[in-house]
């Protein structure tokens, strides 16, 4: 069945880069329809946090809100890096096993309106610009096509329309404007660990976040209830459903459609998109032609979608040129370190990685290691909010004595985070499966992940500073660690669809186009050159999706910037 559709852009995968893409169209005068494979979510009804069984309910799973993926086997654990191994209190060691494994839904992700953005914490990052230039400046790695002075005012653009709350302080990430809202205050737990991170010498600051630190755009501030990562249902934070999708919608030029997946690209012409299939929520397929087409459907499932063409229609691949595409897997290195302090924090409540310290940030901030690290405060990331968490990870026992060590640690918990610089490496990448099929018959994405010597050493820095902040904070009893040496476990990945100048080594180029063909961008964090140094990449990819669709607006449409 084919349907024509006064479109001007398609646009598939509702999340943050789709999100800001179809918001910064229809400001520029353009029709756009907005497709995702997952469900619509309604914050009144589906993030019930004010229910008493609010610990058991983590963010919502519906129907599609999940994609399907497998993972190849990964390599073996040594025992020289046992100090790296995930432990907690009551269960010992989590992966009792010799190889690494997959940590839960090992990429965690939702498919939606909104995308992953939904339930993420809201940090709201710039990348430092000394990790966008890894290859000219440290031999390795790849450089971004463009630099930080390229961004800066798309980032201004980002961070007033999502209303992100931020401190004065720059550093490396200079400004043109100040942050929309004043920083947030810290919570007695991050005032806790400050106290660590003074006596170390280093800057603990306030963190710049996507939620609202004063009302503004019609939109309520933060009540810290603590819990960002099972949704919000007050709309503070600036996921992409409440902020860049709502407001290409009030425009009347934008369409939403969820429950839609696309199966197919249409080539018109050479090297031209002219339409997706698409199969709809009651299993219709149908055919919806466009002028252009943006895929934003992540860093696993964009090059799925192109692999999939490629395997189906071989003499119209799209970037495969260069054999780039699928390759350059990069993930979010972690390292977690959970204890209790020797008094009351009231560590529930406050808002979540509401301090972080950049000291560590660039790529050459410590010697015989290029990658740099970011630490951050963690106790609500860690889930160590709520009884449960503590009863089953942090405080050992059964029966009343149990029940008593609880409601005595309840409140206690604090815990930093180390997130660091994931190098490309050529047995980290996306295939698709030989067998596993979706059920519209599809191969499914398969993740090739591999931590070579240097991701473990500075695996193992990222360790020892979160440690030593932990013992510098007076914080002795650590009752959980955890990290990406025997787990996969990444809510950050990227590079399969990477940005550059050169065909050969890139699947797109600065304006987020893919090489050789005119109507047809990626606007996911795929593009990636480079993870960065612990930064969260949502805002960069807001940015680069407004810039991306000026140009494309401009290219196609001769619309004026």
């Not at 699928?326 to 406050?350: C, D, K, Q």
């Not at 067998?435 to 931590?451: E, Q």
Request: neutral net charge; charged residues 20%; contains cysteine.
């Amino acid at each position: 069945m084919s349907a024509r559709d006064d479109f001007d852009v398609v646009v598939v995968g509702a999340g943050a880069g789709g999100g800001a893409m179809a918001w910064r169209l229809v400001q520029q005068g353009l029709r756009v329809l907005l497709l995702d494979a997952g469900p619509a979510f309604d914050p009144a009804t589906d993030y019930p946090l004010d229910r008493a069984d609010w610990e058991s309910r983590h963010f919502p799973v519906k129907p599609g809100s999940r994609g399907q993926y497998t993972f190849a086997p990964m390599q073996g654990l040594e025992a020289a890096h046992d100090d790296l191994r995930s432990w907690n209190r009551v269960q010992g060691r989590l992966n009792r096993g010799d190889r690494r494994l997959p940590a839960g839904p090992g990429y965690h992700h939702v498919r939606g309106i909104g995308g992953s953005t939904l339930h993420y914490t809201g940090e709201a990052h710039r990348l430092n610009p000394r990790a966008m230039k890894l290859r000219s400046e440290h031999g390795v790695g790849a450089d971004w096509p463009l630099d930080y002075t390229a961004l800066e005012p798309y980032y201004l653009e980002a961070e007033r329309l999502v209303g992100v709350a931020g401190p004065d302080a720059t550093g490396d990430r200079w400004r043109s404007a100040p942050y929309p809202l004043p920083a947030h205050p810290l919570c007695r737990a991050s005032q806790w660990l400050a106290v660590g991170a003074g006596k170390l010498g280093w800057r603990w600051e306030p963190n710049p976040r996507a939620a609202l630190s004063r009302p503004y755009d019609g939109r309520p501030p933060c009540n810290y209830c603590g819990q960002c990562n099972r949704g919000c249902p007050r709309g503070d934070k600036g996921s992409a459903d409440v902020t860049f999708i709502a407001k290409a919608r009030a425009s009347g030029r934008c369409e939403v459609r969820p429950d839609c997946t696309v199966v197919g690209l249409v080539v018109s012409g050479r090297r031209r998109i002219g339409a997706v299939d698409v199969v709809d929520g009651t299993g219709q397929r149908r055919r919806i032609d466009t002028p252009a087409l943006v895929l934003a459907g992540g860093a696993i499932e964009t090059p799925r979608l192109l692999l999939l063409h490629n395997m189906q229609h071989p003499r119209q691949a799209i970037a495969a040129d260069g054999g780039q595409l699928g390759r350059n897997l990069l993930e979010s290195t972690g390292w977690t370190s959970v204890g209790l302090a020797p008094e009351p924090l009231a560590s529930h409540g406050g808002l979540p990685s509401d301090a972080i310290c950049w000291d560590f940030n660039r790529p050459d901030a410590r010697d015989g290691v290029v990658g740099g690290f970011r630490l951050s405060a963690a106790v609500h990331e860690a889930d160590m909010t709520g009884p449960i968490a503590y009863a089953r990870r942090a405080v050992p026992g059964w029966g009343k004595g149990h029940q008593a060590a609880v409601r005595k640690a309840l409140g206690h918990a604090v815990a930093v985070a180390a997130i660091g610089e994931y190098l490309p490496h050529p047995g980290s990448f996306v295939d698709l499966d030989p067998s596993a099929r979706d059920r519209h018959g599809l191969p499914l994405a398969r993740i090739h992940s591999f931590n070579d010597a240097r991701a473990v050493r500075l695996l193992a820095e990222m360790a020892r500073s979160c440690r030593l902040l932990m013992q510098a904070a007076g914080v002795e009893d650590l009752v959980e660690e955890y990290g990406n040496y025997d787990y996969y476990s990444a809510a950050h990945v990227f590079g399969t669809c990477r940005m550059g100048t050169d065909p050969s080594s890139a699947v797109v180029d600065a304006d987020l186009a893919v090489h050789g063909w005119e109507n047809l961008l990626v606007c996911d964090a795929s593009v990636f050159p480079s993870s960065g140094g612990g930064e969260a990449p949502t805002l960069t990819l807001q940015a680069l999706a407004i810039r991306a669709a000026d140009r494309l607006a401009s290219r196609l449409f001769g619309k004026t910037v």
